[in-house]
């Protein structure tokens, strides 16, 4: 299992932590450029993008979060909150090494990733920002009287994946529980990131992550 980090090229403390979450099929490998173009536009922060813990049992090389074998609308809350306690070990274990607190996160998933993203988002200890390309909502989202995670959300209007629908649906549920969100529908596109996509999601993290650096230890 591969896990891609991208650390400042000047050897300074991160002062962010950027998470990249691939789809289905895919691996870690699958997102550099995206990880690469993030990084680049928050040269001070790190970058990982870690492999999904298991093997696609679709066949070929790629990883999966959960299985989508027999995935319904009702059991795929259950095989997403069975996968969360990995990647959440996976951040926590990140920001321990880089002595980042959770606001400094931010994660950007795209299809199964995104889902894995936006679970994320009602957890304890919740990213400062997420990103959802090609995402849905699995399960209701509990209501806050003050969310501090920033949501993105964007769609291409042809996925033929996962229904474009989804987008408005993801909306209304973070909208209603108190979160502040955006949102990027897409026309023409199919079950892609887009560069304008990742373009918005470039600008989004730079709005909404802290912008000074850590103090050097005591």
Not at 22 to 44: E, F, I, Y
Not at 99 to 113: I, K, N, T
Not at 122 to 138: F, T
Not at 193 to 210: G, K, N, T
């Amino acid at each position: 299992m591969t896990v891609i980090r991208l650390l400042p090229s000047d050897g300074s403390a991160p002062h962010n932590l950027i998470v990249c979450l691939h789809g289905v099929g895919a691996d870690a490998s699958s997102l550099m450029p995206l990880g690469r173009m993030l990084q680049s536009a928050n040269p001070a922060s790190a970058v990982l993008i870690p492999d999904a813990p298991t093997p696609s049992d679709l066949g070929g090389p790629g990883r999966q979060w959960f299985s989508i074998r027999g995935v319904t609308d009702t059991n795929r809350a259950a095989r997403i909150a069975a996968a969360l306690p990995w990647l959440k070990a996976c951040i926590l274990a990140e920001r321990r090494d880089l002595a980042l607190d959770a606001q400094r996160v931010a994660v950007c998933g795209f299809s199964q990733g995104a889902m894995m993203a936006l679970a994320l988002a009602d957890c304890d200890d919740p990213p400062g920002a997420i990103a959802s390309i090609a995402g849905r909502v699995a399960s209701p989202i509990a209501v806050r009287s003050h969310a501090a995670t920033r949501i993105f959300l964007s769609h291409g209007d042809s996925d033929p994946v996962v229904p474009f629908a989804c987008l408005n649906e993801a909306g209304q549920s973070f909208r209603v529980a108190g979160y502040t969100v955006q949102e990027m529908p897409v026309r023409g596109l199919g079950h892609a990131i887009a560069s304008a996509q990742a373009d918005a999601v470039e600008s989004f993290f730079a709005a909404y992550l802290p912008v000074e650096r850590l103090e050097p230890a005591a």
